[in-house]
C-alpha cells in the first residue's frame, strides 16, 4: 500500500546498460504476442526502430507524432482510447521524461495490458534537459517502483540503474564538493508484469 512508508534500501541497484531491455525483450520474444511502443518515432539521427526487435511478435509503433515508424498517432495520456486491454506486452525508451503526467501514463499501460502482460521502461535518472518544452521529469527506481506498483495494478520484476556516471558543479562550493564521490547514473529501468 501507498500508506506505508517503504523499508529503507541500503543501496541502489544497478545493471549493464540494455541489459534488463534485454530481459525483457527475449520474454516478449518468446510468446511471441502482441507489443507496443509508446514514443516509437525515430528522434535520434541514425536512430533504429524496435520493431524488428520482436521478431514473430505483433509490433504496434505510437506517438504524438506520425513518422514511418508509428502505426498510431495519439496521446499515451489517453491509450486506452485507442486500445483495449489487447497487448502482451508495453514498452518505452527515453519517454517518460517526456510526458507531462507519468502516472496517468501508467494507470493507461495498465488498462491496455493483457493480464500477466509485462511492460518495460526506460528513463533518466541524470541527463541533460532535451526536446524542450517537453522535459519534464527525472526519476529514481524508487519512483518507478511507484508507478509500477500494486495499487496501479503491477508488479516490479526488477527495476535498476544504469550507466553509471560521475557529477561535479562548475563553480566549486564547499557544500558540493562530495557530489564528485557520490554515484550517479544516467538511466533507470522498470521492468513490470500487470496482475
Keep these: ?18 541489459a534488463l531491455f534485454e530481459e525483457f525483450r527475449e520474454t516478449v520474444v518468446r510468446c511471441s504476442g502482441k507489443v507496443l511502443e509508446l514514443g516509437s518515432r525515430q528522434v535520434v539521427p541514425g536512430g533504429q526502430s524496435k520493431r524488428n526487435l520482436f521478431p514473430n511478435c505483433s509490433y504496434t509503433g505510437f506517438d504524438y507524432y506520425r513518422d514511418d515508424n508509428t502505426d498510431v498517432v495519439g496521446d499515451a495520456h489517453e491509450l486506452s482510447k485507442f486500445f483495449g486491454a489487447d497487448f502482451d506486452a508495453v514498452f518505452s525508451l527515453a519517454v517518460f521524461e517526456h510526458l507531462a503526467m507519468p502516472w496517468v501514463v501508467a494507470a493507461e499501460i495498465n488498462k491496455v495490458l493483457k493480464i500477466g502482460g509485462l511492460t518495460f521502461h526506460s528513463t533518466h535518472f541524470a541527463f541533460p534537459v532535451h526536446e524542450r518544452p517537453w522535459d519534464f521529469w527525472r ?5 518507478l517502483r511507484v508507478l509500477f506498483s500494486p495499487p496501479l495494478g503491477f508488479e516490479v520484476i526488477e527495476c535498476a540503474f544504469d550507466t553509471p556516471a560521475r557529477m561535479h558543479p562548475d563553480r566549486p562550493r564547499p557544500e558540493l564538493m562530495h557530489l564528485p564521490l557520490e554515484p550517479v547514473w544516467v538511466g533507470v529501468s522498470v521492468f513490470a508484469r500487470k496482475t
Excluded at 1 to 18: D, F, I, V
Excluded at 139 to 143: L, N, S
Aim: no cysteine; aromatic share 8%.
Design 1 to 18: 500500500s501507498l500508506k506505508q512508508h517503504p523499508a529503507k534500501t541500503k543501496e541502489a541497484h544497478w545493471a549493464e546498460t540494455g
Design 139 to 143: 526519476y529514481t527506481d524508487q519512483a
